[in-house]
């Protein structure tokens, strides 16, 4: 039973990707192009080499942590929207010691600015999990507007206190401070394994021990948990720490691993761009991978495809926000109660 739900959440995923796949082509042919040729280099973009495949994870890397995170209160149900603020305060505390405490070098230097990472994005993200828990008001608006708070935060710091000499960025990380990169010449990182590794953590948690069933539970019908005597509000402050936390390590990793430095325009989308992802992925934390490398493929290849087929990049925020459309869509009709029948009907046939 739960493999045949497993696969079907799979399933609509990869149609919605088909479909919007589809659906992009239509475009690209109303704007007189072919989709072969224009579909033929956003993959040679993502794909065509080894800086290519580089570069591709390394813009998977950040979406699957905002992704992960995403993922982690949803489980709750709690709606995590503060991933970017959280993502950026867990930045901001990483390059903060690193750069200031220049005496401590290498690896005990990146392991306290990762920890940091990890404090500062669970601090922020437990702001709206303990004001929706004990006051009862709205996650969503609370995290967006921590989004903002978290932004000028760091903009103030680099065009003010951490500003290096007169240009509005902070000072880069020292090279000894820096993650190491695997893959020369590319860009690519160890917060990969990071990344990768915490995928499988999170799925552990979620599916193979009680806390994390607790957390499902919550999920599910909060009520009933209460009744049940789980500590509903405690679970709920919880997921939210640490799914501040896991954003707060991705903020530590880019820019222990890719930026370096804290300037205009860091993180920027992430945080919205991981809730998407994390629906899109069927809020499994396997799935969230698989779509935040795909999303990392359309980035990455859609600057080939305006290059090589002069098609605007724009094609490629329409097909992910088909993407998006397709998945919300088709989820939300598999839980209608006639579909769930249906469902119900075949697995009590198969007993």
């Known amino acids: 039973m739960g493999l045949r739900r497993s696969l079907l959440k799979a399933s609509i995923s990869a149609l919605s990707v088909?479909?919007?796949?589809?659906?992009g082509a239509f475009i690209i042919l109303i704007v007189g192009k072919s989709p072969f040729v224009a579909y033929g280099y956003l993959f040679k973009g993502a794909f065509g080499s080894a800086h290519s495949i580089g570069?591709?994870?390394?813009?998977?890397?950040?979406?699957?942590?905002?992704?992960?995170?995403?993922?982690?209160?949803?489980?709750?149900?709690?709606?995590?929207?503060?991933?970017e603020g959280q993502f950026i305060m867990g930045a901001i505390a990483a390059n903060w010691f690193s750069t200031r405490f220049s005496a401590i070098e290498g690896v005990p230097n990146i392991l306290i600015s990762l920890l940091l990472g990890i404090v500062a994005g669970g601090l922020w993200g437990a702001i709206p999990g303990i004001l929706k828990s004990w006051r009862n008001l709205n996650e969503m608006i609370i995290s967006i507007l921590l989004n903002y708070i978290a932004t000028f935060f760091m903009a103030y710091l680099y065009s003010g206190p951490l500003m290096e000499a007169n240009i509005p960025q902070t000072a880069a990380i020292a090279q000894a401070n820096r993650l190491t990169r695997f893959m020369p010449p590319t860009r690519v990182h160890t917060g990969l394994f990071i990344a990768v590794g915490l995928t499988l953590l999170i799925y552990y948690?979620?599916?193979?021990?009680?806390?994390?069933?607790?957390?499902?539970?919550?999920?599910?019908?909060?009520?009933?948990?209460?009744?049940?005597?789980?500590?509903?509000?405690?679970?709920?402050?919880?997921s939210f720490i640490i799914s501040g936390a896991i954003a707060g390590l991705g903020g530590a990793v880019e820019v222990l691993g890719v930026s370096y430095r804290l300037?205009?325009?860091?993180?920027?989308?992430?945080?919205?761009?991981?809730?998407?992802i994390a629906l899109i992925g069927q809020l499994?934390?396997?799935?969230?991978?698989?779509?935040?490398?795909?999303?990392?493929?359309?980035?990455?290849?859609?600057?080939?495809?305006?290059?090589?087929?002069?098609?605007?990049?724009?094609?490629?925020?329409?097909?992910?926000?088909?993407?998006?459309?397709?998945?919300?869509?088709?989820t939300a009709y598999v839980q209608l109660p006639s579909f769930q029948k249906v469902m119900a009907k075949i697995e009590k046939r198969e007993r």
Do not use: H, W
């Not at 088909?18 to 659906?23: E, M, Q, T, W, Y």
């Not at 193979?208 to 999920?219: C, D, L, N, W």
């Not at 935040?292 to 098609?311: C, D, E, P, S």
């Open 18 to 23: 088909l479909l919007a796949l589809v659906f």
């Open 55 to 83: 570069e591709t994870l390394v813009k998977a890397t950040p979406l699957l942590f905002t992704g992960l995170a995403a993922v982690f209160s949803y489980q709750c149900g709690m709606f995590n929207l503060g991933g």
């Open 205 to 238: 948690f979620l599916y193979s021990t009680a806390k994390g069933y607790e957390m499902r539970a919550v999920g599910f019908n909060p009520i009933a948990a209460r009744v049940n005597g789980l500590p509903v509000k405690r679970l709920m402050v919880m």
């Open 263 to 276: 300037m205009a325009g860091f993180a920027a989308g992430f945080g919205f761009d991981g809730v998407a």
């Open 284 to 330: 499994n934390p396997i799935g969230t991978a698989f779509i935040a490398y795909l999303f990392a493929v359309l980035r990455v290849g859609a600057n080939t495809m305006q290059v090589g087929a002069k098609i605007p990049t724009a094609i490629v925020d329409i097909i992910q926000a088909v993407i998006i459309i397709f998945a919300i869509a088709a």
